[in-house]
């Protein structure tokens, strides 16, 4: 218990050790503690920008959308890196909304969807901008010359922490720069409005959700495309709230029908190959490259 507590503070000091070595932005971070209490001041103007092309994706990587054949390794892969890399630093971080969904149908993406949602802890949210904001993940991935950088970007509004904030929903982003796909990190925090009318463990997302303390922790561990990957402990609830129970028996969806033995999203008409594509095995994952596993490992 103790040893274990011991590598693992061990393991979170050298993650930090090497990206304190990046002096670029780092210079700037000196101080651990930010205000983890009040509103942290005013609502500001949007920080992160969608494409003009596309709201799934960062213009400041890509200039079109990926061909519709294309986009499922890249979505598999940018959830498959940012578990790992959130498992390796040590940050607390669970799927939520579609991404649930999706896991509770066959532990993989929808593929109908170009949409991915994590949540993380108030607590990770200070840790990541105080040690991660803008670091680079390098990975190598099978059938992928030279491999993808991935960028892990913080919000510097994750502070201010009331919902009138509706600019700044998004606290993170995980970034796949080389096609500009993301994924949106939102912090689930303290609803200090329902805590002072008496809701004990009254939680809520700058994107207005609101949830309650024992409907996500403790979190489950399950797999998700391939990786461990956290579940929030109400997971049934939490879908059948979200998407009424009907999400979680109708096996036809969005031009797809779900089959029971393979356990695929099949395309109910037109090309078959696509859904193979989404369905294909998963037994090689990327395999991170950049000094942090070097650390660890
Ligand atoms: C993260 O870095 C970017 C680029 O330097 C900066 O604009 C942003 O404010 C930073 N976020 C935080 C939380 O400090």
């Known amino acids: 218990m103790w040893l274990s507590w011991l590598s693992r503070s061990l393991v979170l000091l050298v993650a930090i050790a090497q990206v304190r070595a990046d002096a670029d932005f780092m210079s700037v971070r000196t101080s651990l503690a930010k205000d983890y209490s009040g509103k942290g001041g005013d609502p500001g103007e949007k920080y992160f920008h969608e494409s003009t092309f596309h709201h799934h994706y960062d213009g400041r990587f890509a200039s079109n959308t990926l061909p519709e054949s294309e986009s499922a390794p890249y979505l ?48 990770t949210i200070h840790f990541l901008a105080e040690y991660y904001n803008m670091t680079e993940h390098h990975f190598n991935l099978p059938g992928v010359e030279g491999g993808r950088t991935y960028l892990l970007e913080i919000n510097p509004h994750y502070v201010v922490r009331t919902t009138a904030d509706w600019r700044n929903v998004i606290d993170a982003r995980w ?6 796909l993301f994924i949106d990190i939102t912090a689930v925090r303290k609803d200090d409005d329902r805590r002072r009318a008496g809701r004990k463990g009254a939680m809520m997302c700058k994107d207005k959700h609101r949830y309650e303390e024992n409907d996500i922790w403790p979190l489950r561990e399950s797999l998700f495309e391939g990786v461990s990957v956290k579940i929030p402990y109400e997971y049934t609830k939490l879908l059948q709230e979200e998407y009424g129970s009907k999400s979680m028996t109708q096996t036809s969806f969005e031009g797809h029908k779900f089959n029971e033995d393979t356990k695929i999203w099949d395309r109910i008409r037109g090309n078959k190959h696509l859904s193979r594509l989404r369905g294909r095995s998963l037994d090689e994952l990327p ?11």
Request: hydrophobic share 40%; net charge negative.
């Open 287 to 297: 395999s991170r490259t950049s000094p942090l596993e070097h650390r660890l490992s």
């Open 175 to 180: 970034i796949d720069t080389s096609s500009g």
């Open 76 to 123: 598999s892969a940018l959830i498959q890196t940012y578990l790992s890399t959130m498992s390796d630093i040590g940050a607390e971080t669970w799927i939520m909304h579609g991404t649930l969904l999706a896991w509770w149908w066959n532990q993989k993406i929808f593929p109908w969807d170009s949409d991915l949602d994590v949540q993380i802890s108030e607590p």
